[in-house]
């Protein structure tokens, strides 16, 4: 699947809340209020890679470390899905899972990356394994079975995001699809 947000796909459509909108190569969401998040892909994706460009724009509040964007993956719905954000305050890097609206840390580790610089994230998705990469960096490696499918996407807390250049790529014999290629935008 390729879906560059020409129209031209419909087989997995970007859905969610807020006023999402494409220009100069990026999907954005500039409301800084509440939540807002945007998902695509298949309800049913279990192990891929999955890659996006990512960066902070314009937090509510800078001073608070959870304000910044974030990407989710095997997520079920806006109650039941994994998280991974870069703290804007520290640097932190955590990968968060909610469960029936619970939200609770799995793993975070210290990092002298800026969410409001570009990055490129990187998730791979092999069972209950989970590593999670910052520009070819490997910087969480962690076993947890809260959730084993669903579709992926982006969040934002009070704070507007930017993402380009997003791929799912799930290894060849899966069931589902032999190999399921998203490039959503190109910054």
Not at 22 to 39: A, F, L, M, P, R
Not at 153 to 181: D, F, K, W
Request: hydrophobic residues 40%; negative net charge.
């Amino acid at each position: 699947m390729i879906d560059d947000f020409d129209g031209a796909n419909s087989a997995y459509p970007w859905n969610g809340n807020g006023s999402w909108y494409i220009s100069g190569g990026s999907y954005n969401q500039e409301d800084n209020t509440g939540c807002k998040s945007g998902y695509a892909g298949n309800s049913a994706g279990t192990d891929c890679r999955f890659e996006a460009d990512m960066v902070t724009v314009n937090p509510l509040n800078p001073s608070i470390g959870w304000m910044a964007s974030s990407l989710a993956f095997r997520v079920t719905d806006t109650d039941n899905l994994y998280f991974l954000r870069l703290n804007n305050n520290n640097g932190l890097l955590q990968l968060r899972s909610i469960v029936d609206g619970t939200n609770a840390l799995v793993a975070s580790v210290a990092t002298a990356y800026s969410p409001a610089t570009w990055h490129t994230y990187r998730v791979v998705l092999s069972g209950n394994a989970i590593k999670i990469s910052i520009d070819n960096e490997i910087l969480i490696d962690v076993t947890d079975m809260d959730h084993g499918a669903g579709y992926i996407g982006a969040r934002t807390h009070q704070n507007a995001i930017s993402v380009a250049n997003v791929s799912v790529i799930q290894p060849a014999g899966c069931e589902a699809m032999r190999r399921l290629i998203c490039v959503c935008m190109r910054r």
